[in-house]
């Protein structure tokens, strides 16, 4: 009579030579976090710039402000003024604006840069994964079916 081959004895062989790799989950885990902390870093350093610029902008309006607010001995001189400052505003709002157009240009390229990289590394990591799990799957199907 034929023996009969244990199939739970063989699945748990099978199952027991399959390792379980927690050195991938910490790597993604880590790569993850790094990612994380360079994408704050470039939304922290565009807050900061944008911030620096709106205190510029805010500064030399103030300036213009008080400029016009002066005292004239003529009621033309009030009428020139306001046409400076409305003049000079518009200049200072379009190279301000330029100066933010800038700031969000480079937090774009900067995103783009990280997550190309990111692409790159995981594709990479995912392959050597791939070729690991199926080297390690075809030993651990060699040693069951060697019983």
């Known amino acids: 009579m034929a023996k009969t081959q244990d199939m739970t004895a063989m699945f748990k062989d099978m199952m027991g ?10 790597g993604a885990f880590k ?10 870093g470039v939304a922290l350093e565009a807050a900061e710039k944008s911030t620096e610029v709106s205190n510029k902008w805010t500064k030399e309006t103030l300036a213009k402000l008080a400029d016009m ?4 001995t003529e009621p033309a001189d009030y009428a020139k ?7 000079s505003s518009a200049e200072v709002a379009a190279e301000n604006m ?7 240009k480079k937090v774009q390229m900067e995103t783009v840069e990280l997550m190309m990289a990111v692409g790159k590394d995981m594709g990479e990591e995912a392959q050597t994964a791939m070729k690991k799990a199926s080297t390690d799957a075809q030993a651990a199907v060699k040693k069951a079916t060697a019983k």
């Open 17 to 26: 030579a399959f390792p379980v790799d927690t050195a991938s989950m910490e």
């Open 31 to 40: 790569s993850a976090t790094t990612l994380n902390e360079k994408l704050s």
């Open 69 to 72: 607010s002066k005292a004239k």
């Open 81 to 87: 003024a306001m046409t400076d400052f409305a003049s």
């Open 98 to 104: 330029a100066a933010f157009a800038e700031i969000a």
